[in-house]
Each structure stands twice: as structure tokens, then as C-alpha cells.
């Protein structure tokens, strides 16, 4: 006989052993289906944390500046053949004024950037012309570059500029670029090209070629990250080309530069000695190195051996593994600036952040490029590396305002908020609920030091 309806539908359905057992571990266990796994930074590759680009801004920035003081100390503890620790003291007097600065700046708004603009460049072009007053400027090796204001600080203008320029461009552009007037090569120019070549004339009056190429660059590299049009950009870098050149031919002594650097055994007891020196330097540190401090060219061979020809002092002493590492840590520095440029959603911190690139970059690689002989002697230092407060000042609160855009990146932001107070903060609040949980569980104690102890109840008295 077949079941009826009500059978049918009251008969139970069998249950297969796993589905039974699945009901039985549910009711066991808490419902979890709302919850989603945490996922920590640990978790995530390194470049693709939140603060990836914070972090390696910090560490390459403190690797160098501590390299750059352990080689000032090796390559100018030897003057005029007697030991003498006067370069380096003043280097880490510098650095210990850097250090605050940077701090400060790291920790600064956006805005406080955009608002020192105009002061800082107007504050720059003051002093640039200040050092063309006779009697404020300081003439050294023949080049009137330094304005001195007594004891240890003088101060070259020529450095400031740069970080003055970076600001007051990134700021106008900004502002062009925010009000639909980026739009013809009059509106594009003007007035960042005239200004730029107003601080190029006042820099080539002090006799500094180098110095000169850098904030032409840092003006082309605004350009380009701004979305100037290809053509205009062509026609800009042809026509500093040129200038360029004029200024070369027109000099002199930079001219016998610019002919002898390919081949300074011309001239081996003139204008060829330091690139021959520093190419001897270079060449006998050849793998890993004669040691730190062992370096000969130091006794009085190579000039300038603590300034612009450091980097030959580090070959002779590091060897190539030590000149590497050099060139590692810019090329991290200048990547995370690089992704601190991309990852910035404020068109002013783009290009505060590209200009800053392009500065240190290619000063570094000027510098490097005339020690190695690829490139004239421009008489410019390397950043964070060789001796001289003038650049390492500017070039401090630069990374500083870096690692603050850095943090300032959308997911950085996020990672900070989300983190809450800082480490110290945090350090004081968890001493501080200690400090509670101890006065709860020992009463008589905290009654010694002041503090009323808890009564005891009425039912054991």
C-alpha cells in the first residue's frame, strides 16, 4: 500500500551522519559569520604596508646622515699633517640643529608648507643678493659664495634657494592648476621660468655652476609632473641647454673645465690634480677597501676631501661595496620619494614631493659623476654626506616635509588613526593604569605613600 499525504509529510527525513554531526558541532560552538579575519601589517608584503614609504624615507635619511658624519670624521681628522677633529665637531653641531628641524617639519600641516612659500623664497633671494654686498660676502678658493654671521655659522645662500624654490613653485603651480589657468605656455611660464633664471643669474654671479644646474632641474621637474605639454618641456630643456653653454664659454676657468675633465693628464699640476686625485683614491680601494680612516689621499693630496670629493675618500676606504651601499641608499631614498609623489592625492604635495626628488638625486649624481670623471668638476656637495651645515640644513627640513606628506598618504592616514596616540602616550597611559591595578591590590601600600586605604567591611570588624 502506498502512504497517504499526511504519512508523506510526517515521516521524518533521514539525516546523513555528517549532516548530523555538523548540526551537533554548530550548536556547540558559537556562530561566527558575521566576523571577518583580521588581517595585520605582518601579514602584508613589506612595500605593501600603509607606512612602507614613511618608514624607508626615515631609515635611508638616518643611515645616511650617521654614514655621512663616520666619513666626515675619517676624511678631515688629518689637517696640514696634524690630527684635528675641528670638521667633524662642527658637522655634528649642524646635525644635532638638523635633527629637531626635521622632526618638526615631519609632525608640520600641509598648510604650514604652503604658507612659508613666499617667505621662504623671498627670504632666499634677499640672502643671494645679500653675499653680492662688498663686505658681507665671503670669498673662498675665488668664489664669493658664504655670507658670514660670525664664530662657526656661515651660511651659503645658494642652498637655501633651492628649498625656497621648491616651496614658492609647487605652491603656484598648485594654484594654477586649481583654478583652470594651466592652460597656455604664457599662463605655464610665467612667473616660474623668469624667477627660476633670476635665481640662476644671482647663483651664477657667486661662481657656482652646480648649484645652478640643480635649480634648473628642480624648475624642469615641476614642469613635468605638473602636465606641461611636451613640446613646451622640449623647448625648456633646449633652451637651458643652450644657456648653459653661454655661461661655460663665457667664464674662463669653467671653460679649461669643461675642456680638461676628459683628459686631466693634461694639466696634472693645475686644473687636472683633484680629478686625478680622486680617480688615484678611487682606484686603490678597488673591492672592500684599505680601511675606515687608512685612507693617503687625505695627507694633503686630494683637496677638498671631507666636501665635494668624499665620496673618493669612501671608495679608498670602503672600497667599490662601500660606494654601493651609497648608491643603494639614494636609490631607496629617491623610490620612496617617488611613491610619496604618486600616492599623494594634493596636486601642491605632488609636486613638493617630486621637486625634493629631483634636487637630492641629481645633486647626488653630479657630485658622484664629477668624482668618477663622467662629469666636469661643479664644485657641489653630496647630500647628508659631505661636510657643510649650509647643505645639510635645507636638505633636512626637505625629507622632513617628505615624511610628512609620506604620512599623509590615504592608507597612512588610515593606519595612523587607527593606531591612536603615539608610542609615548601610549607608554604613559599603560604605566599610569598599572600604577591603578597595583593600588587595588595592595591597599596598605598605597596607604604608606599617602593614599587612604579601602576600609574593611562591617561583617569583619
Given at each position: 500500500?502506498t502512504?497517504t499525504?499526511?504519512?508523506?509529510?510526517?515521516?521524518?527525513?533521514?539525516s546523513?551522519?555528517?549532516?548530523?554531526e555538523?548540526?551537533?558541532t554548530?550548536?556547540?560552538?558559537?556562530?561566527l559569520a558575521n566576523?571577518?579575519?583580521l588581517t595585520?601589517?605582518?601579514?602584508?608584503?613589506?612595500?605593501?604596508r600603509p607606512?612602507?614609504s614613511y618608514?624607508?624615507?626615515?631609515?635611508s635619511?638616518?643611515l645616511?646622515?650617521v654614514?655621512g658624519l663616520v666619513?666626515?670624521w675619517?676624511?678631515?681628522?688629518v689637517?696640514?699633517t696634524?690630527?684635528?677633529f675641528?670638521?667633524?665637531?662642527?658637522?655634528?653641531?649642524?646635525?644635532?640643529?638638523?635633527?629637531p628641524?626635521?622632526?618638526?617639519a615631519?609632525r608640520l600641516?600641509?598648510r604650514?608648507?604652503r604658507l612659508?612659500?613666499?617667505p621662504?623664497?623671498?627670504?632666499a633671494g634677499?640672502?643671494l643678493?645679500l653675499?653680492?654686498?662688498p663686505?658681507?660676502?665671503v670669498t673662498v678658493?675665488?668664489?664669493t659664495?658664504?655670507?658670514?654671521?660670525?664664530?662657526?655659522?656661515t651660511?651659503?645662500?645658494?642652498?637655501?634657494a633651492k628649498?625656497?624654490?621648491?616651496?614658492?613653485?609647487a605652491?603656484?603651480?598648485?594654484?594654477?592648476?586649481?583654478r583652470?589657468?594651466?592652460?597656455?605656455?604664457?599662463?605655464?611660464?610665467?612667473?616660474?621660468?623668469?624667477?627660476?633664471?633670476?635665481?640662476v643669474?644671482?647663483?651664477?654671479?657667486?661662481?657656482?655652476?652646480g648649484?645652478?644646474?640643480?635649480?634648473?632641474t628642480?624648475?624642469l621637474a615641476l614642469?613635468?609632473?605638473?602636465?606641461?605639454p611636451?613640446?613646451l618641456?622640449?623647448m625648456?630643456v633646449a633652451?637651458v641647454?643652450?644657456?648653459?653653454?653661454?655661461?661655460?664659454?663665457?667664464?674662463?676657468?669653467t671653460?679649461q673645465r669643461l675642456l680638461n675633465?676628459?683628459?686631466p693628464?693634461?694639466d696634472i699640476r693645475g686644473s687636472?690634480?683633484?680629478a686625478?686625485?680622486?680617480?688615484?683614491?678611487l682606484?686603490a680601494g678597488?673591492?672592500?677597501?684599505v680601511?675606515?680612516?687608512?685612507?693617503?689621499?687625505?695627507?694633503g693630496y686630494?683637496?677638498?676631501?671631507?666636501s665635494?670629493?668624499?665620496?673618493?675618500i669612501?671608495?679608498?676606504?670602503?672600497?667599490?661595496?662601500?660606494?654601493?651601499?651609497?648608491l643603494?641608499l639614494?636609490?631607496?631614498?629617491?623610490?620612496?620619494?617617488i611613491?610619496v609623489?604618486?600616492?599623494s592625492?594634493d596636486?601642491f604635495?605632488?609636486?613638493?614631493?617630486a621637486?625634493i626628488?629631483?634636487?637630492?638625486?641629481?645633486?647626488?649624481?653630479?657630485?658622484?659623476?664629477?668624482?668618477?670623471?663622467?662629469?666636469?668638476?661643479t664644485g657641489?656637495?653630496?647630500?647628508l654626506?659631505?661636510?657643510?651645515?649650509?647643505?645639510l640644513?635645507?636638505?633636512?627640513?626637505a625629507?622632513g616635509?617628505?615624511?610628512?606628506?609620506?604620512?599623509k598618504?590615504p592608507?597612512?592616514?588610515?593606519?595612523?588613526?587607527a593606531?591612536?596616540?603615539n608610542l609615548a602616550?601610549?607608554?604613559l597611559?599603560r604605566?599610569?593604569?598599572r600604577?591603578?591595578?597595583s593600588d587595588?591590590v595592595?591597599p596598605?601600600?598605597?596607604?604608606?605613600?599617602?593614599?587612604p586605604?579601602?576600609?574593611?567591611s562591617?561583617?569583619?570588624r
Amino acid at each position: 500500500m502506498t502512504a497517504t499525504t499526511g504519512e508523506r509529510r510526517a515521516r521524518p527525513r533521514p539525516s546523513s551522519p555528517s549532516s548530523s554531526e555538523s548540526a551537533r558541532t554548530e550548536s556547540a560552538t558559537p556562530k561566527l559569520a558575521n566576523v571577518t579575519p583580521l588581517t595585520t601589517a605582518a601579514d602584508s608584503p613589506l612595500l605593501w604596508r600603509p607606512l612602507a614609504s614613511y618608514y624607508l624615507l626615515v631609515a635611508s635619511t638616518a643611515l645616511l646622515i650617521v654614514f655621512g658624519l663616520v666619513m666626515v670624521w675619517s676624511s678631515s681628522y688629518v689637517e696640514s699633517t696634524k690630527v684635528s677633529f675641528a670638521v667633524v665637531e662642527k658637522q655634528a653641531l649642524w646635525v644635532a640643529i638638523g635633527l629637531p628641524v626635521m622632526i618638526i617639519a615631519s609632525r608640520l600641516p600641509m598648510r604650514a608648507f604652503r604658507l612659508l612659500a613666499y617667505p621662504a623664497m623671498a627670504g632666499a633671494g634677499m640672502l643671494l643678493c645679500l653675499v653680492l654686498v662688498p663686505g658681507l660676502g665671503v670669498t673662498v678658493l675665488g668664489a664669493t659664495r658664504w655670507i658670514d654671521f660670525g664664530g662657526p655659522f656661515t651660511i651659503q645662500p645658494s642652498e637655501f634657494a633651492k628649498l625656497g624654490l621648491v616651496l614658492w613653485g609647487a605652491d603656484l603651480l598648485a594654484r594654477k592648476i586649481q583654478r583652470h589657468t594651466f592652460d597656455t605656455y604664457r599662463r605655464i611660464l610665467i612667473p616660474l621660468v623668469p624667477v627660476g633664471l633670476l635665481v640662476v643669474g644671482l647663483i651664477e654671479k657667486e661662481h657656482d655652476l652646480g648649484t645652478s644646474l640643480v635649480v634648473i632641474t628642480i624648475v624642469l621637474a615641476l614642469l613635468w609632473v605638473s602636465g606641461a605639454p611636451a613640446r613646451l618641456f622640449g623647448m625648456s630643456v633646449a633652451f637651458v641647454t643652450l644657456g648653459v653653454t653661454l655661461i661655460a664659454i663665457a667664464k674662463p676657468y669653467t671653460l679649461q673645465r669643461l675642456l680638461n675633465f676628459t683628459h686631466p693628464y693634461k694639466d696634472i699640476r693645475g686644473s687636472g690634480w683633484q680629478a686625478i686625485q680622486g680617480i688615484y683614491s678611487l682606484g686603490a680601494g678597488r673591492w672592500w677597501g684599505v680601511g675606515l680612516g687608512a685612507s693617503r689621499e687625505k695627507w694633503g693630496y686630494l683637496p677638498e676631501a671631507h666636501s665635494d670629493f668624499i665620496f673618493a675618500i669612501i671608495g679608498e676606504e670602503l672600497g667599490l661595496a662601500g660606494t654601493l651601499v651609497v648608491l643603494l641608499l639614494f636609490a631607496v631614498l629617491a623610490y620612496s620619494g617617488i611613491r610619496v609623489a604618486q600616492r599623494s592625492r594634493d596636486t601642491f604635495a605632488t609636486l613638493v614631493a617630486a621637486g625634493i626628488v629631483a634636487w637630492i638625486l641629481v645633486q647626488a649624481l653630479v657630485n658622484i659623476s664629477a668624482v668618477i670623471g663622467l662629469l666636469p668638476i661643479t664644485g657641489i656637495p653630496l647630500p647628508l654626506i659631505s661636510a657643510g651645515g649650509s647643505a645639510l640644513l635645507p636638505t633636512m627640513f626637505a625629507l622632513g616635509m617628505l615624511m610628512s606628506l609620506a604620512r599623509k598618504e590615504p592608507r597612512a592616514a588610515a593606519a595612523l588613526a587607527a593606531r591612536g596616540p603615539n608610542l609615548a602616550r601610549r607608554g604613559l597611559h599603560r604605566i599610569a593604569v598599572r600604577l591603578n591595578r597595583s593600588d587595588a591590590v595592595h591597599p596598605a601600600k598605597s596607604a604608606q605613600l599617602g593614599q587612604p586605604a579601602r576600609s574593611k567591611s562591617r561583617a569583619g570588624r
